[in-house]
């Protein structure tokens, strides 16, 4: 009965940890880029009361005997489904259709990976995201451009007084990952990489297994609002019946110590 005790505990804290991923995705159902996660659980160890072997009399135990421990959250696994898209309108605003993330360059100086498009322009003309932190490479508009031009491809163009014809001042480029669920999560719609995500592949928007350039356009979230109130009500059904299962137990408990009266 004690052990009851324990296995349920563990597993209204992995609910706990379910509903915390649960309320993240839901918190940021509105988020330019965000992919939403989730909670992979695994079994505890196991009580073995019984291993199939020979007996005495000859034969042979058909199955195992064992009882659970409870279970643990061990991953939180991102989907990076393509989210929605958005028209904007901004001609800063850009949309992966596809595979790939852009690249900023972080103040440490580490390379950051984002899927958020949402660019914005300095006063000397340089492309960075709402934090901030430049595109790499760089990406510099001159100051008596027009209007910005950028192909699905990644070519920037830009019109200029005088000049009848735009020119092309710049290229952006994608990079993929073979793993890119081993991407870790540092805030702000910037990822970095992490041994289990293996090094990022650089390649111009539409190669080398890139997805295209969308100007104009936003991805949404692919967080589904529906699945994630689903999810929210099984969360919640799981730790009500584990939080029965430690009443029952100790209700076991108590009729055992009640026994001597």
Request: proline residues 6%; charged residues 15%; glycine residues 10%.
């Amino acid at each position: 009965m004690i052990k009851a005790l324990y296995t349920s505990a563990s597993g209204m804290q992995a609910q706990q940890r379910n509903l915390d991923n649960t309320a993240s995705n839901i918190a940021n159902a509105n988020t330019t880029g965000y992919k939403r996660s989730r909670i992979e659980f695994q079994d505890l160890i196991y009580e073995n009361i019984r291993i199939p072997s020979a007996t005495d009399q000859g034969t042979t135990l058909p199955v195992p005997l064992q009882i659970g421990g409870g279970t643990r959250v061990v991953a939180s696994v991102k989907n990076f489904e393509t989210g929605a898209p958005q028209e904007t309108g901004n001609p800063l605003d850009l949309m992966i259709r596809g595979d790939g993330f852009f690249q900023v360059l972080m103040p440490n100086g580490v390379v950051g990976f984002t899927r958020d498009g949402a660019w914005k322009m300095t006063a000397e003309g340089q492309f960075v995201n709402a934090q901030g932190l430049p595109m790499e490479p760089p990406i510099n508009i001159p100051t008596d451009a027009s209007s910005v031009m950028i192909s699905p491809e990644g070519k920037v163009s830009v019109m200029t007084q005088g000049n009848s014809t735009p020119s092309e001042i710049g290229q952006i480029e994608l990079v993929r990952f073979v793993n890119p669920a081993g991407l870790l999560n540092d805030g702000g719609n910037v990822y970095t990489q992490t041994v289990s995500s293996g090094d990022p592949l650089s390649a111009t928007p539409g190669s080398n297994g890139t997805g295209t350039v969308e100007q104009g356009y936003l991805e949404a979230s692919n967080v589904k609002i529906v699945n994630e109130m689903i999810n929210l009500i099984t969360a919640q059904r799981g730790y009500e019946l584990n939080s029965r299962a430690i009443r029952t137990a100790d209700d076991m408990i108590s009729i055992a110590t009640q026994l001597k009266r």
